[in-house]
């Protein structure tokens, strides 16, 4: 067997052989005291008799000093001598035999052991008595127990907390999908709602325009059956029954675009909402124009007329260009659905007319229509000043 250095029997054996049984190896130092170490192997461990290689600390007590030898030949050379320093009696000696992997004959057999720990206990000078480790074994045993027990409690206890982390974690996640989830459900439902809003409002413009449209066609045809009505000599019931069914139809498309566009958001389609509006009143203003025609019931005339009140209000010369269209047909309602001696309706109707006819905005921005007023409206307005004159000379 090759001959080593006990520096290379301490690395090659001893370390490694109390690292296995559980003792952690350290270099002495001398600011530590020995409370802070549990189950420390200390290195060079200073003593009266000089440094050991190492003491051996369980507990913040030291239970066994440990002297390793150089390794040599036969069962008598000592290899390690351990100084026992436990139980507070006299130092007995630990010996620690480590042979070769053969031992020879005769010898204890320690196939299965690498440690044979004979305490030998000083009494007196009679001589020695001889005492298994067992107390040692079983202090070792008791600490080593303790550390897997420790250990195994902070395993489980951090075993314990990750899955606690983990549900915490798995909760949260669920918690975030769910309010993810819900939230992309409120915002679908809310495109939902838009998209149907939306849809019900183009199929509401789309029916408001379409009557509306349709409603002045026949106003327009019953504006030129009223011209030929008057140029033909004779007068038929079929004349007049035709004269009578386009202001009727008329009324009922303006009516009914009506209908639709009070479905309408009045801030985006205020002017489609007007124009219809606009249209039926002035459409029933002709129908009770007409002395031979039956006339509005007083329920239209009613609506009509708080409809031409608010067209007046809503509708001004900044918002709309045209709005000397909208104010023509409010004054043509006030002055034919107002009753006879509704004075003060007429007068508001004469007001309106004599504002768009002094409006050089309109003459420049149309003037054929400004010219068609002026003949519509002429002998209304010779009569109510007619009637002004006569009561200034009363």
């Known amino acids: 067997m090759t001959e080593e250095t006990e520096q290379e029997t301490r690395k090659r054996r001893i370390d490694h052989k109390l690292e296995a049984i559980g003792w952690k190896l350290i270099k002495y130092h001398e600011s530590k005291h020995l409370s802070s170490y549990l189950s420390h192997a ?7 008799n000089g440094p050991v290689d ?17 390794l040599g030949t036969g069962p008598q050379n000592v290899l390690v001598i351990i100084f026992v320093i436990a139980f507070g009696i006299a130092q007995p000696f630990l010996w620690y035999g480590l042979f070769e992997k053969d031992p020879p004959t005769g010898v204890i057999d320690i196939a299965n052991l690498l440690l044979i720990l004979i305490t030998l206990l000083a009494v007196g000078l009679t001589g020695f008595s001889v005492l298994i480790y067992e107390s040692l074994q079983e202090r070792l045993s008791t600490r080593i127990t303790q550390g897997i027990k420790q250990t195994e409690d902070e395993v489980h206890k951090r075993i314990k907390e990750d899955l606690n982390k983990a549900h915490r974690t798995e909760d949260e996640v669920h918690k975030r999908i769910e309010k993810h989830v819900n939230e ?11 998209t149907e809003n939306e849809i019900e409002n183009r199929q509401n413009l789309f029916r408001a325009q379409m009557l509306r449209s349709t409603g002045f066609t026949f106003w327009q045809l019953f504006v030129v059956w009223e011209e030929v009505k008057v140029e033909k000599s004779t007068q038929d019931i079929h004349t007049k029954k035709i004269f009578e069914d386009l202001i009727r139809i008329a009324i009922e498309k303006a009516k009914g675009s009506l209908h639709y566009a009070k479905k309408l958001s009045e801030n985006e389609y205020k002017e489609d909402i ?9 459409f029933l203003a002709e129908a009770a124009r007409v002395e031979e025609f039956n ?3 007083r329920r239209d005339k009613v609506l009509a007329l708080k409809c031409s009140n608010e067209i007046l209000k809503e509708v001004s010369k900044k918002d709309f260009q045209d709005y000397y269209h909208y104010w023509e047909s409010c004054a043509w309602a006030l002055q034919h659905l107002s009753e006879k ?13 004599c504002e768009l006819l002094n409006d050089k905005d309109i003459l420049l921005l149309s003037p054929s229509w400004h010219g068609e007023i002026e003949n519509k409206w002429a002998d209304f307005l010779e009569e109510k000043n007619d009637a002004s004159a006569s009561i200034k000379n009363t």
């Open 274 to 282: 007007y124009r219809c509006k606009s249209n039926w009143v002035y």
């Open 54 to 70: 190492y003491a051996l600390v369980d507990q913040g007590q030291i239970i066994a000093v440990v002297e390793a030898k150089k």
């Open 184 to 194: 992309v459900s409120r915002r679908e439902g809310e495109l939902s709602q838009r």
């Open 295 to 297: 006339k509005p019931t």
């Open 341 to 353: 001696e509704d004075e003060k309706s007429k007068q508001k109707a004469h007001n309106i007319i």
């Open 42 to 48: 200390i290195e060079e461990y200073p003593t009266s």
